[in-house]
């Protein structure tokens, strides 16, 4: 069955530390992938999103991630991460041909000040 | 910006009683969605729907569950009768065309069941 594998369960960090949360996924086909993040108290909100093209997508506050197909990962970075980015953060996968995502189990991070 | 909203925030229940949990997904948005999170777990997909009818489903969504487009507004979530089990926070999501594959997303209805 198609799969979502978050690494890291909880993260904790230094303000100005760099970030890479990781994720990888199960299914040989097209894929459109996204990071979804979920602030204390809020709903769930893009991040940013993959459906084709450059690779290397950047999206709101300072994140990007990069879609590697040959290790079916699609890890997201930050390179000096702040305490408002505390929160939490699930990769997402829609499947060729399919119209629901798939979650990760989420990665909790916590910026210390 | 254009918003799903969810109604109500946290619903408490006893185990047994029937609960309704109501979203209004964006108005020109044609696909729709529920997903479920329980405490300290992933966000699961329960079910989408499209053009009245329910597209997809998934195991967890079984006989107790059921959803609907009363009046072209509001998509609703009914739990017929509530198990301790299904104590998590439900959200409702939707999307416009095939070809926009992004899911937006409501804040979620928190559902305990004592």
């Known amino acids: 069955a198609q799969s979502v594998s978050q690494h890291n369960h909880h993260v904790i960090l230094s303000e100005a530390a760099s970030l890479e949360l990781g994720c990888n996924y199960s299914?040989?086909?097209?894929?459109?992938l996204f990071w979804y993040v979920q602030y204390p108290g809020q709903h769930l909100q893009l991040l940013l999103k993959y459906f084709s093209g450059d690779p290397l997508v950047k999206g709101i506050k300072g994140f990007e991630a990069e879609f590697i197909k040959s290790k079916f990962s699609f890890n997201l970075r930050k390179p000096s991460v702040q305490w408002s980015d505390t929160a939490e953060y699930f990769c997402a996968v829609m499947m060729n041909r399919d119209d629901k995502i798939i979650f990760g189990k989420g990665t909790r991070l916590h910026i210390l000040p | 910006e254009p918003e799903v909203t969810q109604t109500p925030s946290h619903q408490v229940t006893q185990m047994g009683q029937e609960v309704i949990l109501r979203c209004v997904p964006i108005s020109n948005h044609l696909y729709f969605y529920w997903y479920r999170q329980i405490l300290g777990q992933k966000v699961e997909f329960l079910v989408s729907?499209?053009?009245?009818?329910?597209?997809?489903k998934s195991e967890i969504f079984d006989d107790q569950f059921s959803v609907e487009r009363p009046d072209g507004s509001n998509f609703t979530l009914k739990i017929r009768s509530t198990k301790l089990e299904d104590s998590a926070m439900y959200f409702c999501?939707?999307?416009?065309?095939?070809?926009?594959?992004?899911?937006?997303f409501g804040a979620g209805s928190r559902l305990t069941v004592l």
């Open positions: 299914y040989g086909g097209t894929v459109n």
């Open positions: 729907f499209y053009n009245n009818e329910i597209s997809e």
């Open positions: 999501a939707s999307k416009g065309d095939s070809g926009a594959n992004v899911l937006t």
